[in-house]
């Protein structure tokens, strides 16, 4: 079972960009999935992005358009590229990745704040 470690949050200011990565403990490439969840203050945790084993990619409705998903399963590398962030999309993020037995293991999170 793979380890997961996030890292590239950060303050940033309304428009701007951010690129989060997530690094895995060992090989990523029989993953079913990997993906990007979030959890704002008083908020239930919501689904970000997530891109399959053969790179198919789902996304947020709040973030298509503005956020890309990506994995390199050379470097056992997940990212997440946000653009035009917003205030609403601070929160906490946290990366995920589903194994053969469709068992889901979770980063400890990094944060994100948009703000002036």
């Known amino acids: 079972q793979v380890q997961l470690v996030e890292s590239g949050g950060g303050l940033v200011q309304p428009g701007g960009s951010l690129r989060l990565s997530c690094a895995a403990s060992?090989?990523?490439?029989?993953?079913?999935?990997m993906g990007w969840y979030r959890q704002a203050p008083g908020k239930q945790r919501e689904l970000v992005a997530a891109i399959s084993s053969g790179g198919i990619t789902r996304y947020g409705d709040s973030v298509k358009g503005r956020f890309a998903i990506s994995r390199d399963n050379a470097k056992n590398m997940g990212y997440l590229q946000m653009n035009s962030l917003k205030p609403e999309d601070t929160a906490i993020y946290y990366c995920s990745a589903v194994n053969g037995n469709f068992r889901t293991t979770w980063g400890q999170g990094t944060q994100v704040t948009v703000s002036e």
């Open positions: 060992g090989s990523i490439s029989n993953l079913i999935s």
